[in-house]
């Protein structure tokens, strides 16, 4: 049996399997390694990449050296360039600009064995606050109209270097999901007057079915339309727009909430390759014509984290039709996980 769900931030529908879904068991498959001889992203080996961008560096060691502990570099193979002008252009009914951007890749740790999700609340901290520091940064360069900071983790979720790290990429036009979202939020506010994932998170709250864990800070819980078996939404319980205005403390409450989320996933799943992407509101340049474009956005949008382990693999029919395929309801997966067992620690 099955059904189709609404999910009103994408605008899009999901078949979700129910009666029999698959449960964790059914997606536990040996983790597949990635081995490298000399990992550029290792201790010591910084002369195998780009001059570091930044490096929280606790000793005050130099630049470059070892003796760092989250360390930002540009991609070496960049899908964007920062170098350049934008220089739109038509070629017949079709479209064209310079691949103009940046493209950065964070470096969570100096040591090669260690996950997201066996660094230590404090080392996740660190992380958050270059992610913050990096957007700040970027928003400065009015070229970009998005900065998506994203992570896959494991050769399922299309990592190359067996290291644990993130990236950073500024686009010069919106994504078109992120440009979704901003949609539908915009169309649910001029409707009711209020944010439609603060919204969708007090009906969360309310069911409780869907919920993994909520401190009063952060809430994670598996959307009621959720793409992905497992797939997660992680945001702040309080109507917040901008990640890049969280303080220092609440990055540290979000950085337990992160390593919790993704130590069950490890648990249950017993460590699957993930992606996750963080969604925030865009650098608001003021643009000829547009100087109202972003005037109620504050009060629109709500930052997020979406967080999916990489189990199944798109069909034919997925990817003909814009339809996903979940064998697992949301419903079913929250709970496994609100059960996690953490004895593998």
Known sequence: MSELRWDPLRDNWVIMTLGKGRWPQDFIYPREVLTTKACPFCSGNESRTPPEIYAFRPGGSAPNQPGWSVRVIPNRFPALRI??????RAEGLYDCMNGI???EVIIETAEHGKTLADLTEEQITEVLKIYRGRMLDLRNDSRFRYLFICKNDGVGAASHIPHSHSQVIAVPVLPPLVETELRTSREHYERKQRCLLCDLIKQEQAAGTRVVSDDGNFIVYAPY???????LMIAPVKHKHDFTQQSDQQLRLLAGTLR???????AVLRDPPFSFTLHSVPPMHLRWGRQDE???LPDQFHWHIELAPKLTRMTGFEWGSGFNINPTPPEEAAEFLRRADFSFD
């Open 83 to 88: 170098e350049g002008e934008l220089e739109s």
């Open 101 to 103: 951007g940046a493209h």
């Open 225 to 231: 339309a959720a793409q992905f078996p497992f797939g």
């Open 260 to 266: 919790d989320t993704l130590r069950r996933i490890k």
């Open 294 to 296: 972003w005037a109620r």
